[in-house]
């Protein structure tokens, strides 16, 4: 019998509007980045491989301060990029923090 093993924190990039990014360990909890993001969440995929953004699902309801337009939708309030694999959230690889802290900065 296989086991899913959860992570209960994951490393990302957390995104305040108008400031750089900040490498995070965060709980995976959906509850838990609510909290951070001040709404419920949204997520996009980024990319077919996992990369995908979190986001607060009504920041622009909440007249949440502009953070960023991805793939032509604007982000309000702050953002988290994380990997996700089935409904599974998971760290960022090496590779990938150092990719977009040098995109989002």
Do not use: H, W
Not at 16 to 44: A, F, H, W
């Amino acid at each position: 019998m296989e086991r899913k093993i959860e992570v209960s924190t994951i490393t990302c990039l957390f995104c305040p509007p108008g400031k750089k990014p900040e490498l995070r360990q965060i709980s995976n909890k959906v509850e838990d980045i609510e909290v951070l993001l001040e709404g419920p969440l949204g997520i996009i995929e980024l990319e077919e491989d996992g990369l995908c953004l979190l986001f607060n699902d009504i920041g622009e309801k909440k007249a949440l301060d502009l953070n960023r337009v991805i793939k032509g939708d604007p982000i309000f309030g702050s953002c988290i990029f994380c990997r996700k694999v089935g409904d599974q959230l998971n760290s960022l690889t090496e590779e990938e923090i150092q990719e977009l802290e040098y995109l989002l900065s």
